[in-house]
């Protein structure tokens, strides 16, 4: 039986953009969309803190310029396209599991187990 659990949204508009935000909904059910997103140099937020935790980066939730060179060098090892540019290919590897068979608190939180 589903659980109906009732998240406050709240509407802004700022300079013509419309952003909604999430009020009471946990860290990892707000973040769940991070694996379904694409994060490169400029990007800001929970979901680029999670890459900077998986990857063992300071954890600032601003992809600059350490966040990518770290994601080019991760992608490179991995054999994907080294663009710096955190997508579907690279979240497939940035979610593989750590420790065995289960996931970081970071990869849980990035959405990582809605991949497998």
């Known amino acids: ?26 860290a990892a059910n707000a973040a769940s969309g991070c694996v379904t997103s694409q994060f490169r140099q400029g990007s800001t937020g929970n979901c680029v803190k999670y890459i900077q935790q998986i990857q063992a980066l300071p954890a600032d939730g601003i992809f600059g310029p350490q966040t990518k060179q770290n994601i080019v060098n991760f992608q490179r090892s991995a054999g994907l396209v080294a663009d710096g540019i955190v997508g579907a ?19 849980k939180n990035a959405g990582c187990r809605s991949l497998y």
Do not use: E, F, H
């Open 89 to 107: 290919n690279t979240w497939k590897y940035l979610c593989v599991p750590l420790d065995g068979p289960s996931w970081s608190t970071a990869q």
């Open 1 to 26: 039986m589903n659980k109906l659990i009732r998240i406050g949204l709240t509407a802004v508009a700022t300079a013509g953009v419309i952003g909604m935000s999430l009020g009471t909904a946990s």
